[in-house]
Each structure stands twice: as C-alpha cells, then as structure tokens.
C-alpha cells in the first residue's frame, strides 16, 4: 500500500520549486535538475504531484498575491493611486518581486503552450483585471471604462516590468509607472 504524501514535506517542495524557478526560469526546467537542486528525485516528485506540469502550476498558486484583499479598501481615487503605487513597488523591489518575474515567465508561455500555463496565465490576469476594476467601480469609474483601464494598468504595469528585467533600466521604467498611474487616474479626475 502506498504511504500518503507528507504535506509539510510537500509544502517545503514547492517553495523550493518557486526559489529554484526564481533563480533558473521556467523555460527548458527539466525535472533531474530541479529535483537534485531540491534534494530529492524526480521520482518522488511525481509522486506528490502527479507531472512536472502540476507540480509548477501548484507551485506558482503559492504565490499569487490575494489581489481582491489588497484593493478590498480603495474606495476613492486617491486610495486607489496610493495603492497602485505600493503594487508596483511590491513587485519590482518588495516581497512580491520574485513571484512577479515567475508569473511573467508563465504568461509569456502561456500562449504558445495550450495548457495548465496558459489556464493559470489567464487566470491570474483575470483576478488582476477584475479586483482592479471593482475597486475603480467603487472610486467611481463605470463598469465598461473602469475594466479598460484596469487592463491598461495590467497590461502596463507587466510591459514595464519585463522592460526594467531585460534592461534593467530603474529609472526610466519608474518613471513611466509613474506617468501610467497618472495618465489612467488622470482621465477620472
């Protein structure tokens, strides 16, 4: 009879998954590597995660920020710039840096490779796009205008990060973060 999976010692894998896919890419990860750089086998992963493909999408669930708690409280546009600022900062320097260069990986695969990377990529914009949407419902913007430019501050905010990791330009991408927000709340005011 098989022995059930130990969830702490699961839980220690996929953070290991998510440090070693932070420091090496997505792209071209085979499982050899990443299980020998974990300490274990490619066996046993399998094991507590069925193939590589659910073990990495399980991982990168462990790192998708709680987008609807962290806009819960924007009510107003100032509320919502103070708080677009602190996203952004979260992901270029603070605690979510790491997760947002793996989920970057993840959606630049996810339309070349139908599949549990291209169903988390569009997962993950979807939560963005709608719990930036309803807090700019709740500042005042209408439905349709408010999930436009809460696509556009997606879509911006994820141009400007792989610009700064590619070039890493601090300066001119922080600056254009900054005209982003403003051109967006801008068109409310």
Do not use: C
């Not at 896919?21 to 399998?46: F, K, Q, V, W, Y």
């Not at 708690?69 to 600022?85: I, Q, Y």
Request: proline letters at 4%; glycine letters at 10%.
């Amino acid at each position: 009879m098989a022995r059930p999976p130990d969830h702490h010692k699961r839980a220690a894998l996929l953070a290991g998954v998510v440090t070693y896919i932070g420091e090496n890419g997505l792209a071209d990860l085979s499982l050899r590597p990443l299980a020998a750089a974990l300490g274990t086998t490619s066996r046993m992963l399998i094991h507590y995660f069925g193939t590589k493909e659910e073990l990495l999408v399980q991982a990168l669930a462990t790192q998708r920020p709680d987008f609807d708690a962290f806009f819960a409280d924007v009510s107003d546009a100032a509320g919502l710039e103070a708080r677009l600022r602190e996203s952004w900062t979260a992901m270029t320097v603070g605690d979510d840096a790491v997760s947002t260069r793996i989920l970057l990986q993840v959606i630049a695969i996810g339309p070349t490779q139908p599949g549990p990377f291209a169903d988390f990529a569009e997962k993950a914009l979807d939560t963005v796009i709608g719990a930036l949407a309803a807090a700019m419902v709740r500042s005042g913007w209408s439905r349709g205008i408010a999930t436009a430019d809460a696509t556009m501050i997606s879509a911006g905010f994820r141009g400007l990060l792989s610009d700064r990791l590619i070039t890493g330009d601090f300066e001119r991408t922080e600056l254009s973060a900054e005209r982003l927000i403003g051109v967006v709340l801008g068109g409310m005011r």
